[in-house]
């Protein structure tokens, strides 16, 4: 059974700085991993997806990396802005079968 | 419009009560699926399908039952409404080339009294 786990839960940064966040996943039989965005009392939009073949994706200043071997992967983003806040969550998904999330990072930026 | 809806956005019940989820989308995904946020626990799969008339169990099935008689609709059903419910429902379909991507509705807060 598929297990998707994300440090840290939460995480408060002043504006500009770079982060990073991280998902871990306990199958590495994987067909992609995804990260979401999800702000306060809204849906979830979908930031980047890479296959299982990719090593990363990048998408402005949001960069994703993905590590099959030791079940990791990570979202960088750079030159955080406050409308970066955000909960931040990562989906491991398997062929044929439903995308298995982690509970989720809540970034707070503040100006 | 395009997209993913799901309807009602609000919902209050009470316990014991029948309750039906609606979602609808555009895009004759094969893929739908339903998921329930609740805090500390993230997002969790309730149920899915891969296709009209297929239906699989996720993570949390039980108390809830799904149909999916067209490919367009698939409404998730609460037979006996329990405080234990009440919760965010999110309902999500796989698009893209590959039907790989994720698109999501906006989701139904939904209260049990």
């Known amino acids: 059974k598929q297990e998707v786990t994300q440090i840290p839960a939460a995480l408060s940064v002043p504006e500009g700085e770079n982060l990073v966040l991280n998902c871990s996943f306990t199958d590495s039989a994987i067909y992609n991993l995804q990260w979401f965005r999800q702000d306060p009392g809204k849906g979830l939009t979908s930031l980047l997806l890479?296959?299982?073949?990719?090593r990363e994706q990048t998408s402005g200043r949001l960069n994703a990396s993905l590590d099959k071997s030791s079940g990791r992967s990570t979202l960088y983003i750079a030159a955080s802005q406050p409308g970066d806040s955000a909960t931040y969550l990562c989906?491991?998904?398997?062929?044929?079968?439903?995308?298995?999330f982690g509970k989720g990072t809540t970034l707070s930026v503040s100006s | 419009d395009a997209g993913i809806t799901q309807s009602p956005r609000y919902k209050i019940t009470e316990t014991g009560r029948q309750v039906t989820l609606m979602c609808h989308q555009t895009w004759s995904h094969s893929y739908m699926f339903w998921y329930r946020q609740d805090l500390g626990h993230g997002l969790r799969l309730i149920y899915y399908?891969?296709?009209?008339?297929?239906?699989d169990k996720g993570e949390v099935p039980d108390g809830y039952v799904v149909s999916r008689s067209k490919t367009e609709n698939f409404p998730l059903t609460l037979e006996s409404a329990t405080r234990s419910q009440t919760s965010v429902y999110f309902c999500?379909?796989?698009?893209?080339?590959?039907?790989?991507?994720?698109?999501f509705g906006s989701g139904t807060q939904l209260s049990v009294l």
């Open positions: 989906a491991a998904h398997q062929a044929g079968t439903a995308l298995i």
């Open positions: 890479i296959q299982s073949s990719q």
């Open positions: 399908s891969a296709a009209a008339d297929i239906t």
């Open positions: 999500a379909s796989l698009g893209g080339v590959r039907q790989e991507k994720l698109f």
